[in-house]
């Protein structure tokens, strides 16, 4: 089981006339969990600090830089854009460790995506491909590299009033097998989640975000349930 706590902050901002931002995450975990590993009954439970991310958006069609109010009262439009995020291998990480909060690699994501708002209704499709830099420092002084992992996902929200919104959110994502000291390990992923997400104002500048998701394919990694919850605050 994991627990997991963040940080973030998000800042938008005009580029070439449209809109864009940049979001930061500083994330920690907590986590516990018993297994066998070797023949050996084992047990733990500890709290590191994983990777940060840092994310670049910006929306190339529609979306016109706008002030909040603008933004407010823009009509039916369709938006697409382009996003790159970094994963930093600041996290804590011991080479001793099996598991370990950070990854002790870098993790590049670009990212295209697009949405359509039709009155209530706004439709969103984005597709993404992590890049891995290799570990040269994993478990057991091996070396362990990373296929680079596709992944699409849909969202259909229903806009309602008072600035409450319902989305319905799935994904599908492949690849990603790993390769221990260039031997191939049976970790290629194959899989779908689908989830629940409801947002409602709490006040002008604060906000609440509710969402579940679970595994519906698994090939490996995958067959688990998360449930988040996230208070934002607008400067």
């Known amino acids: 089981s994991l627990d997991a706590l963040a940080l973030a902050y998000t800042h938008t901002f005009a580029l070439l006339g449209r809109s864009a931002k940049v979001d930061l995450a500083l994330p920690g975990v907590c986590y516990e969990g018993e297994g066998t590993f070797q023949g050996v009954p ?32 823009a009509e039916n439009q369709l938006v697409a854009g382009a996003s790159l995020q970094a994963g930093v291998p600041w996290g804590t990480y011991h080479q001793e460790h099996l598991l370990n909060a950070g990854t002790n690699r870098w993790m590049l994501k670009p990212g295209l995506g697009m949405s359509y708002r039709q009155n209530s209704l706004q439709y969103e499709l984005i597709g993404t491909v992590s890049l891995f830099e290799d570990n040269r420092e994993a478990f057991n002084q091996s070396i362990l590299a990373q296929d680079p992992l596709y992944a699409v996902q849909a969202h259909l929200i229903y806009l309602m009033a008072q600035g ?64 988040g919850m996230s208070w934002v605050y607008r400067f």
């Open 164 to 227: 409450r919104w319902l989305a319905l959110n799935t994904n599908y994502f492949w690849g990603g097998q790993t390769w221990r000291n260039g031997v191939a390990e049976d970790t290629e992923q194959n899989n779908s989640r689908v989830g629940i997400t409801f947002a409602m104002p709490l006040s002008p500048r604060h906000s609440l975000r509710l969402d579940v998701s679970q595994g519906v394919i698994t090939r490996i990694g995958n067959d688990f349930t998360t449930l």
């Open 42 to 73: 084992r047990r733990g439970e500890r709290c590191e600090v994983a990777d940060p991310s840092l994310k670049l958006s910006w929306n190339f069609i529609g979306s016109p830089a706008q002030t909040l109010d603008e933004f407010q009262m």
